[in-house]
């Protein structure tokens, strides 16, 4: 009896959903009277998307299925599987994907798996990860899977509100894609930790422990990396002394990571290097990594916040980051922080900011972390040919969209969080924030009734 696995299972096409409005981060150093330079250079932000009051979690999906539906050119009744990935909840209950499923009314089909998934940043990768599993097992009946990886992401004021942001990543799971998922090539860690958590469900706001929140993200960064090359390392049935030299940050073509801010993006692709630093033989240190030979014998778990560490392999790394990492951060310098579509909106943006026939062929490594923690590493192979051309000309109105963005003043920008806040969790509630602002195509909150029923309503192209 021959298989009926299918093949080269991954993406199939994309559709990515940012706000229409953005406030920009000079201009917000000045309002917030810190120092020139702290949102821009320290945390390497440049513009933060946000939205009003008439967007919420349920709109933003709503939006980006909608969208990724017309751009594929498949029918609702293509679709056997929907996943949802999200930390945004409005409902206790009622998932998002249910709220999704009106969007299907038309076609008839309520044959519809899948559900919502949340732990932080993370649920998005969950959700990825549950499609894939469900087009490569034997529940799989033939029809595409899509994922949700959406979120708003907002802060009280003070330090931790200009890396918030807003997005969501459409994603068509099938076989034969032009983004192949490598199988055996996906290492997971997990662990209790609080740095990062909603435990007032009144609020929109986190609690953030800053510096454990890195600690944990770069641990796991560690760890995920750890496991990674070791399965790499027994695919390729590597055993010998050579191995090291075989598997590593050479290995991927770009390597690409959950962003909550962009600079430490950078000291992560750093860290990747620190950790093949260590793990290299002493006697070689100098020949593969001059200059760094006062390290040798440094310990991972004491690094996390060693200054002289860190910007040593910052330095030493700095070819490697800008050719396999600072194209991926192009949506996130410019949006903020997506929570669990920032690793998908990192893979958008690296797409769009390389020429199709560069990025055919490449392995790109995909790291994804939610606070809590949990974290996995996977990498994708790139298939160069008519889908992979039709993937990435579908995404090239990323740029025209960044760009037609409305500015608004930072004074405007901190008044509309206030409405936010104010009117969280409110019914009954009428939103006041302007529809001419989004974009076309897009879906609004239209009314939340005396029962907390949620209407939406979608902006129409004038004809």
């Not at 330090?159 to 076989?175: E, S």
């Not at 004491?302 to 392999?313: I, L, P």
């Not at 996977?378 to 889908?387: A, E, L, N």
Request: glycine share 8%.
């Amino acid at each position: 009896m021959g298989s009926c696995w299918p093949s080269d299972v991954g993406i199939v096409g994309m559709y990515l959903v940012v706000p229409s409005t953005y406030v920009d981060q000079t201009e917000l150093e000045s309002f917030d009277g810190v120092s020139t330079g702290k949102y821009t250079v320290g945390l390497g932000q440049l513009k933060m998307g946000f939205c009003t009051d008439r967007e919420d979690i349920n709109s933003l999906c709503l939006t980006a299925l909608s969208r990724l539906v017309d751009s594929t050119g498949i029918s609702y009744a293509d679709i056997g599987r929907l996943e949802v990935g999200t930390e945004t909840i409005v409902d206790k209950s009622k998932s998002v994907k249910t709220v999704l499923m009106q969007l299907f009314e038309e076609s008839g089909n309520f044959d519809v798996e899948g559900i919502d998934t949340t732990n932080a940043c993370y649920g998005g990768t969950a959700a990825f990860t549950n499609a894939l599993s469900w087009v490569e097992s034997s529940a799989w009946d033939g029809r595409y899977a899509v994922v949700l990886a959406a979120d708003i992401a907002i802060y009280a004021k003070g330090n931790a509100r200009p890396t918030g942001g807003a997005g969501a990543v459409a994603m068509l799971i099938g076989p034969n894609a032009p983004l192949v998922i490598e199988r055996g090539l996906r290492s997971t860690f997990m662990r209790h930790a609080y740095d990062f958590y909603k435990p007032d469900l009144a609020s929109e706001y986190p609690v953030v422990d800053g510096k454990l929140s890195i600690k944990c993200y770069l641990s796991a960064l560690d760890e995920c990396y750890r496991l990674y090359c070791a399965k790499a390392r027994l695919v390729s049935n590597l055993t010998g002394d050579d191995s090291n030299d075989a598997v590593g940050i050479n290995s991927f073509d770009a390597m690409i990571f959950h962003a909550p801010y962009g600079k430490l993006v950078q000291k992560s692709l750093a860290r990747m290097v620190l950790n093949d630093f260590v793990s290299t033989p002493d006697e070689r240190i100098v020949e593969i990594y001059p200059g760094l030979e006062k390290f040798i014998g440094v310990r991972l778990e004491d690094t996390y916040f060693d200054r002289a560490v860190e910007k040593s392999f910052l330095d030493f790394s700095l070819g490697l980051y800008k050719k396999k990492t600072e194209p991926s951060l192009l949506i996130s310098r410019l949006v903020g922080n997506m929570y669990t579509c920032s690793l998908y909106g990192g893979l958008v943006s690296y797409l769009i900011s390389k020429p199709v026939e560069d990025i055919a062929g490449q392995r790109i490594g995909m790291f994804s972390y939610g606070s809590g923690l949990a974290s996995t590493m996977f990498s994708i192979k790139v298939v160069g040919g008519d889908k992979l051309n039709q993937l990435t000309s579908s995404l090239r109105y990323v740029h025209s969209l960044l760009e037609s963005r409305k500015k608004v003043s930072p004074l405007e920008f901190s008044q509309i969080m206030e409405i936010r806040e104010k009117n969280h969790h409110r019914a009954s509630y009428s939103p006041v924030g302007d529809i001419g602002w989004l974009f076309p195509n897009t879906w609004y909150l239209k009314e939340v009734d005396e029962s907390y029923r949620r209407t939406y309503d979608i902006v129409k192209v004038e004809s």
